[in-house]
C-alpha cells in the first residue's frame, strides 16, 4: 500500500460515527411506523436466539452487509432497495456503524 497507512478499528468506528446518525429508539419506532424504511438485523444467528429479534427486520449477518446491498452482485436482496432509508443495528452498536 504505497503511500497510505493502515487505519485501526478505533480509528474505523471514530470515522463512522462522525457520519453516520445514531438513532434512539423512539426515533427507529417512528420510522418503522412510518412504513419506508428497512430494519437490518447484522447480529449472527445465536444472538438472535438468545436475545430476540424485531418483527419485520431483515437478518444479515455483518459479513454479508455488501455483498447483500450490491446491485451487481449475485448475492443481492432486493430489499436494499436504494431509495429506502436502511437502519442497521447490532447487540452493542460496533457492527452497525
Same mark, same amino acid.
Given at each position: 500500500?504505497?503511500?497510505? !497507512? ?10 463512522? !460515527? ?23 438485523? &447484522?447480529?449472527?444467528?445465536?444472538? !438472535? @436466539? ?24 449475485? &448475492? /443481492?436482496?432486493?430489499? @436494499?432497495?436504494?431509495?429506502? !432509508?436502511?437502519?442497521? /443495528? ?6 452497525? &456503524?
Amino acid at each position: 500500500m504505497s503511500g497510505s !497507512r493502515l487505519k485501526s478499528i478505533r480509528q474505523m468506528v471514530t470515522e463512522a !460515527r462522525e457520519r453516520i446518525k445514531s438513532l434512539s429508539v423512539e426515533e427507529v419506532a417512528s420510522e418503522i411506523k412510518g412504513g419506508d424504511a428497512l430494519l437490518v438485523d &447484522l447480529r449472527e444467528d445465536d444472538e !438472535r @436466539f438468545l436475545e430476540g429479534t424485531i418483527p419485520g427486520s431483515l437478518h444479515v449477518p455483518r459479513g454479508m452487509i455488501e455483498l447483500s446491498a450490491d446491485p451487481t452482485s449475485p &448475492l /443481492y436482496r432486493r430489499e @436494499f432497495d436504494p431509495k429506502r !432509508r436502511v437502519i442497521v /443495528y447490532c447487540s452493542s452498536g460496533s457492527r452497525s &456503524l
